[in-house]
């Protein structure tokens, strides 16, 4: 699945794929997309895939045998977004769905949407990447540092509280662009400009109790080709990939 500035596209291979064959299904906005450009997707336990789309707020697409693909649209006016521009995706242990917007975050339970700004305790309100840690926390990066909780059942979405990392309690550089959690539990923090950040698992587990971060810092003077990262992937060797600018 391929999410693009001018719709989704599906590839399904045949026993010999070619480019030139129609081995693509694309679907646009009269297809039911609320909007044609796409930021982010993920796909849920349910198989179901979500778009986080440029000023259409959020879209799922149903996964069905229909020929016709069901399109759900969720925005500001209509289902209360903080913000119809969505940067980033994520499903907590609980199947929550987290969504990273322009103006904070907001949580879907299934049932109605829960969000959170710099005004009830987010460190930021630009979203860039959402974790979901093996061990149950959700890590949030934003423009202005990394925000930490504890993922909760839907009843106790209303109850989540942060503990907020920045350039005062020990974050080098606090513009955040991409997260991804190692097999240890350690995570990897792509920023914008600052390089590559690792903090610790113990220091993740702990996080509320800690009043001074420690981070290890990589960045061009390590071989780095660009301090701005914006995509990182782990191989199945362990090896992280890193895409700059």
């Known amino acids: 699945w391929f999410g693009t500035s ?8 045949g ?5 030139e064959k129609e081995n693509f299904t694309n679907y646009f906005i009269e297809d ?9 997707q993920l796909e849920d336990k349910n198989k179901n895939i979500w778009y986080g789309t440029n ?3 959020l879209c799922k697409l149903i996964r069905s045998q229909n020929k ?9 006016s209509d289902e209360g977004l903080p913000n119809n521009i969505i940067y980033s995706l994520a499903e907590d242990m609980f199947g929550n ?5 322009n103006r904070g975050i907001s949580i879907y339970d299934g049932t109605k949407f829960t969000n959170y700004y710099t005004k009830n305790g987010l460190v930021g309100n630009i979203v860039s990447t959402i974790a979901s840690t093996k061990d149950g926390k959700m890590i949030i990066g934003t423009n202005t540092g990394l925000s930490i909780c504890d993922a909760v059942p839907k009843e106790k979405i209303s109850e989540i509280t942060f503990t907020n990392i920045n350039e005062s309690n020990g974050l080098m550089f606090s513009n955040i662009y991409t997260l991804k959690e190692d097999t240890k539990g350690n995570i990897w923090i792509g920023t914008f400009g600052g390089g590559v950040l690792l903090m610790k698992n113990e220091s993740v587990k702990n996080a509320k109790e800690i009043k001074s971060f420690q981070f290890e810092k990589f960045d061009d003077t390590h071989g780095l080709s660009d301090n701005s990262v914006v995509l990182m992937e782990f191989d199945k060797n362990g090896y992280l990939w890193m895409g700059t600018i």
């Open 68 to 76: 016709k693909p069901t399109f759900i649209n969720y925005t500001k």
């Open 15 to 19: 026993e010999h794929f070619s480019i």
């Open 32 to 40: 039911g997309l609320s909007t044609n450009i796409i930021w982010t």
């Open 55 to 57: 000023r259409g707020g």
């Open 6 to 13: 001018m719709g989704v596209s599906k590839l399904s291979p």
């Open 97 to 101: 769905i987290w969504i990273g917007t």
